[in-house]
């Protein structure tokens, strides 16, 4: 990133002392430490918690007044200052599985946070870093809800470590946080020292052309002050309806199985296998 730029980071510092608090809606899929099975259909995605022992994570607060902010993590020797401005790292003739990562950063108050400086850089296909150029580095910015989606391929592997992705954050005229992230059901995720579940991405596989979605939202140590409470006037109880394979399901609606109520929690199409009484990160018993 250009230093010019006036939302370029100053402080390279990270806060050392946070501690992160976030809901696992996929608590399933992390525990087994397997792709997400579930399309994210307009739902943002949030970022995931589990004990580093690789026990499964234990459910979280959601996102609320006072959550946590996203763990830093240590910059490692290959960052380089002025990457390009840029959403895509991937160019003609990239080698490597085709990967999307996207969701949103918020505040302390968990509201969305625009303009907000995301410096992301990885290895190669190789598990190698760029250091004379800019290949597979880049920094952009989130729109003014929050959002932000970068295009690029599963980073290689090498010595010592487990696959991820460096990334540094910045609020206009805030601290610099520098962490990484990190993929499910990774062998070395349980012998690199550096690795922090905490950093999880939620991952899963699309089409039929061996292509990747993550998604991970950041929590930045940015003060905010809470906006108006909901609507007064009190929302429908959805009609619940009974569950049946086949039925696109978006969170919030509600259905009964086995003589109880449940709440869709993401959205996604019903199959054999994922009954709401069997299936806690897709159904929430009410």
């Known amino acids: 990133m250009d230093p010019r730029d006036p939302r370029a980071p100053m402080d390279p510092t990270p806060n050392a ?13 992390v525990a087994a430490s397997v792709a997400a099975p579930v399309l994210l259909m307009g739902v943002p995605a949030l970022a995931r918690t589990a004990r580093s022992s690789g026990v499964e994570p234990e ?10 902010p996203t763990p830093p993590q240590t910059e490692g ?22 990967l999307t990562v996207s969701g949103y950063v918020f505040g302390r108050a ?3 946070l625009g303009g907000v400086l ?7 296909n190789n598990g190698a870093y760029d250091n004379t150029g800019f290949r597979f580095r880049g920094h952009q910015f989130t729109d003014g809800g929050g959002k932000f989606t970068l295009s690029t391929i599963v980073p290689g592997l090498y010595p010592g470590r487990t696959r991820h992705i460096h990334v540094k954050l910045q609020a206009p005229g805030r601290p610099v946080l520098t962490t990484q992230l990190y ?15 905490r950093l999880l991405m939620a991952v899963r ?11 991970f939202d ?62 806690p990160a897709l159904w929430r018993a009410v």
């Open 110 to 112: 968990c509201l969305p």
């Open 77 to 98: 020797p290959y960052f380089k200052p002025n990457s390009p401005l840029r959403t895509s790292l991937v160019e003609p003739g990239t080698v490597g599985t085709r």
């Open 205 to 215: 596989d699309v089409g039929g052309g061996g292509g990747k979605e993550a998604s």
């Open 183 to 197: 993929f499910p059901g990774e062998p070395r995720n349980n012998t690199d020292p550096i690795f922090d579940a």
């Open 218 to 279: 950041f929590v930045l140590d940015v003060p905010q002050t809470p906006g108006p409470g909901p609507d007064p006037t009190p929302t429908p109880t959805p009609t619940a309806k009974a569950w049946a394979v086949g039925t696109a399901y978006r969170a919030g609606d509600r259905v009964t199985y086995g003589g109880r109520t449940y709440a869709c929690l993401i959205s996604h199409t019903a199959i054999r296998g994922w009954e709401p009484s069997t299936t």
């Open 59 to 68: 459910l979280t607060p959601e996102c609320d007044d006072g959550d946590d």
């Open 17 to 29: 002392s946070a501690r992160p608090s976030r809901k696992a809606v996929l608590r399933a899929a």
């Open 118 to 124: 995301l410096d992301f850089w990885q290895a190669d």
